[in-house]
T-cell receptor, first 111, second 112 residues
Framework: GESVGLHLPTLSVQEGDNSIINCAYS??????FIWYKQESGKGPQFIID?????DKRQGQRVTVLLNKTVKHLSLQIAATQPGDSAVYFC??????????FGKGITLSVRP | DVKVTQSSRYLVKRTGEKVFLECVQD?????MFWYRQDPGLGLRLIYF???????EKGDIPEGYSVSREKKERFSLILESASTNQTSMYLC???????????FGEGSRLTVL
């Protein structure tokens, strides 16, 4: 069946460094791959997505990379800030925008 | 400012009680979703709806039902709450052909 998984449950980075969060997926038929950020006490918030026919997309301080050969998705955050501390989820989108989420990884930014 | 509003942030219910969780969105989205979030398990889809009066089972529909009588409102119903339904419940809405969902702030349900 479908599964979206994250390689590590936690990631600790120094403020100002770049962060890389990785994710594996199994459903090659997904149209979109998406990253969400969830801060404590809030619902997940969309960060960035990438269509299945792309391999890279950049946003403000974030870049998403898609490697369909090895079914791997990554989120890169440049110059990580304390406000980036949160749980990050990767997700893949199927029919009717139905999303399957990974289990989440906690990003902790050290001052 | 776009918004998904969940009626209750915190609820405490007893085993066997009927529980209603309400969700309203103001973005005229076709698709609406109910997820539950548990530590170590991430977000799991309970039910979703892609149109008024339409519903589809997600990955864990057992013990739940839903209602979508109006486009902006999607309700999750626990007919007879059980302790294993203690969880954070998240409602989301989204348009068609997009991976971008808008989530509410969640409803934390405790079943005693």
């Amino acid at each position: 069946g479908e599964s979206v998984g994250l390689h590590l449950p936690t990631l600790s980075v120094q403020e100002g460094d770049n962060s890389i969060i990785n994710c594996a997926y199994s459903n090659s038929a997904s149209d979109y791959f998406i990253w969400y950020k969830q801060e404590s006490g809030k619902g997940p918030q969309f960060i960035i997505d990438i269509r299945s026919n792309m391999d890279k997309r950049q946003g403000q301080r974030v870049t998403v990379l898609l490697n369909k050969t090895v079914k791997h998705l990554s989120l890169q955050i440049a110059a990580t800030q304390p406000g980036d501390s949160a749980v990050y989820f990767c997700a893949e989108s199927g029919a009717n925008s139905k999303l399957t989420f990974g289990k989440g990884i906690t990003l902790s930014v050290r001052p | 400012d776009v918004k998904v509003t969940q009626s209750s942030r915190y609820l405490v219910k007893r085993t066997g009680e009927k529980v209603f969780l309400e969700c309203v969105q103001d973005m005229d989205h076709e698709n609406m979703f109910w997820y539950r979030q548990d530590p170590g398990l991430g977000l799991r889809l309970i039910y979703f709806s892609y149109d008024v009066k339409m519903k589809e089972k997600g990955d864990i529909p057992e013990g739940y039902s839903v209602s979508r009588e109006k486009k902006e409102r999607f309700s999750l119903i626990l007919e007879s709450a059980s302790t294993n339904q203690t969880s954070m419940y998240l409602c989301a809405s989204g348009g068609v052909n997009t991976g971008e969902l808008f989530f509410g702030e969640g409803s934390r349900l405790t079943v005693l």
